[in-house]
């Protein structure tokens, strides 16, 4: 399922699918964020404030109006599996 960064819930791991373009896409790759790379969202401020991922055991800060136009593939969980005893 494909949506915004900044509509994902706390703690969704998903990985990048579509980005800005032009210097946004710039600044964001020098971060390390590029198409196909696995990101978790931990937390969104309100108010428009920012979003804050996690990439590669980094903290990253992504501002409002970029993560609203960072679209990203969230990653399907596989659903846990029963122990029988």
């Given at each position: 399922m494909k949506t915004t960064l900044n509509a994902l819930e706390?703690?969704?791991r998903a990985v990048i699918a579509e980005m800005p373009r032009g210097e946004c896409a710039q600044r964001l790759e020098a971060l390390g964020l590029?198409?196909?790379k696995t990101i978790r969202k931990i937390s969104g401020m309100p108010f428009k404030g920012p979003v804050t991922v996690l990439l590669d055991q980094r903290q990253i800060a992504i501002g409002h109006g970029i993560s609203s136009r960072l679209i990203v593939e969230v990653e399907e969980t596989e659903p846990p599996q029963?122990?029988?005893t």
């Amino acid at each position: 399922m494909k949506t915004t960064l900044n509509a994902l819930e706390d703690g969704t791991r998903a990985v990048i699918a579509e980005m800005p373009r032009g210097e946004c896409a710039q600044r964001l790759e020098a971060l390390g964020l590029y198409p196909g790379k696995t990101i978790r969202k931990i937390s969104g401020m309100p108010f428009k404030g920012p979003v804050t991922v996690l990439l590669d055991q980094r903290q990253i800060a992504i501002g409002h109006g970029i993560s609203s136009r960072l679209i990203v593939e969230v990653e399907e969980t596989e659903p846990p599996q029963e122990v029988r005893t």
